[in-house]
Nanobody
Framework: QVQLVESGGGLVQPGGSLRLSCAAS????????MSWYRQAPGKERELVAA???????NYADSVKGRFTISRDNAKNTVYLQMNSLEPEDTAVYYC?????????WGKGTLVTVSS
């Protein structure tokens, strides 16, 4: 069974950067589609970025050019580098794994962008 643990959230000023990490257990990481979602207060959870097992990526329009998703299969870890952060990026960020329809969520890490 896959387990996901996020880290790297915190408080950052507008314009700053953070890197989120998601460590996965299990043996299927390299064959899984890994994604980052976020949920802001009072809003629905939304897809931020995703990366396939082959390394193809896609991003929400709101983060294109600012966020970068990457993965290290040797470390069973997926990252989200977030630059030029805006107050609107404040949310709980969740790691998600999809292995042939088997979906797993992490517990989330809070990112707060505020001066």
């Amino acid at each position: 069974q896959v387990q996901l643990v996020e880290s790297g959230g915190g408080l950052v000023q507008p314009g700053g950067s953070l890197r989120l990490s998601c460590a996965a257990s299990g043996r299927v990481f390299s064959r899984s589609v890994m994604s980052w979602y976020r949920q802001a207060p009072g809003k629905e959870r939304e897809l931020v970025a995703a990366i396939t097992s082959g390394g193809s990526t896609n991003y929400a329009d709101s983060v294109k050019g600012r966020f970068t998703i990457s993965r290290d299969n040797a470390k069973n870890t997926v990252y989200l580098q977030m630059n030029s952060l805006e107050p609107e990026d404040t949310a709980v960020y969740y790691c998600h794994s999809n292995y042939f329809g088997m979906n797993t969520w992490g517990k989330g890490t809070l990112v707060t962008v505020s001066s």
